[in-house]
């Protein structure tokens, strides 16, 4: 079958390749994918700032239906379309966090896309434990979306602290900012969207989903906008989720004492900041790493409900062929969501 491959160490070395069709085990599935997002990880695994193990297949953001199931699956029909949970597609289930449901942080954790052969492919093996399904209303390509969303679902609903009333600083319009928004938005949450110059046309949508104000931080004065935005208190929480140090200092700087900073985007390298404000308004900073099974669970729960449209996030669809593009576009954040469909 045709797969996007990290194929080497080091950065670049990907490339469209033929790989074998997956292997069909007691206890498993192979699942069709429908369709696969591209995520900012496999940008990482791309330039090699995020730990991957070559050869490997990238993509982690899919939906599939069953094509083939061996024994040990019951409950699991030929047929029926699935999201998957890659990210525990290896753990050793034995550690305190697998045992809590925090499997992000087992040491033995390797997840598809960087770890395990990925889904920018045709055929995907997975467990019936990594299946979720959404209801037959979603979309093949809403329920692909069913991972990135969980991301946003855990740093909004589960580390955050949020109340009614609260002034919240998303600074990065990003796909996993927009889908954050998205949720900031369905609960009434008063959302100022911070980008750059490139992010205008994001920043436009942002404006026309509902975002209370939008600041291209080029231009105009972030913290300027932040005073009069408070009454010169300052931000109850700010989300960090573009991964750039200019963009996590502006969030410490926006955040009134005792607020909430949330760190959603991944740098891939050390970074400078004023972080003795940490101290001197005695913030609370918290990290957001991917979610747990109950945060899948909340998700999915979520989408079926029909109260977000995150059809909107999708901005591009194209073939697997096209993946260099599909790069393109997210690197230079011309982009949300780009979809790539198996050739």
């Keep these: ?64 239906k069953v094509v083939e199931k061996g024994k040990n699956t019951e409950g699991i029909d030929i047929g029926a379309r699935y999201s998957v949970l890659g ?125 209370h104000a939008t600041v291209i931080v080029d231009k105009e004065d972030l913290q300027s906008v932040i005073k009069q935005e408070t009454k010169g208190k300052g931000v109850d929480i700010a989300f960090e989720t573009a991964g750039a140090q200019a963009s996590a200092r502006n969030c410490l700087k926006a955040l009134r004492p005792l607020g909430q900073y949330v760190q959603v985007g991944h740098f891939g390298k050390d970074i400078s900041l004023p972080f003795d404000l940490s101290a001197f308004r005695q913030l609370t900073i918290k990290g957001s790493v991917g979610y747990t099974r109950a945060t899948w669970d909340r998700a999915i729960a979520i989408i079926d409900q029909g109260g977000i449209d995150l059809d909107a996030v999708i901005s591009h669809r194209m073939s697997l062929k096209e993946w260099e593009k599909g790069f393109d576009l997210m690197q230079q954040k011309k982009s949300l969501k780009v979809l790539l469909y198996p050739s």
């Design 87 to 211: 990210a525990l597609t290896v753990i050793c289930n034995n550690c305190e966090y697998c045992h809590s449901g925090e499997f992000m942080f087992c040491k033995s954790k390797r997840g598809m896309g960087h770890g395990v052969n990925g889904a920018f492919t045709k055929y995907v093996a997975a467990r019936p434990d990594q299946l979720y399904a959404t209801a037959s209303h979603v979309s093949d390509d809403v329920s692909a979306l069913v991972e990135p969303f969980a991301v946003a679902v855990h740093a909004v609903s589960e580390i955050a602290s949020l109340q009614f009333g609260d002034t919240v600083l998303l600074s990065g319009p990003g796909p996993i900012g927009m889908l954050l928004l998205k949720l900031l938005l369905a609960q009434g949450v008063k959302t100022i969207v911070a980008g750059t110059n490139d992010d205008t046309e994001k920043l436009r949508t942002a404006k026309e989903w509902g975002a």
């Design 1 to 64: 079958m045709e797969a996007l491959v990290k194929y080497d160490r080091g950065p670049g070395n990907v490339r469209l390749q033929q790989m074998p069709d997956p292997l069909l085990k007691d206890g498993t599935v192979i699942l069709e994918v429908n369709s696969c997002g591209i995520c900012g990880t496999d940008l990482h695994v791309f330039h090699d700032t995020f730990k991957n193990y070559p050869p490997v297949i990238l993509g982690h953001e899919f939906s599939g």
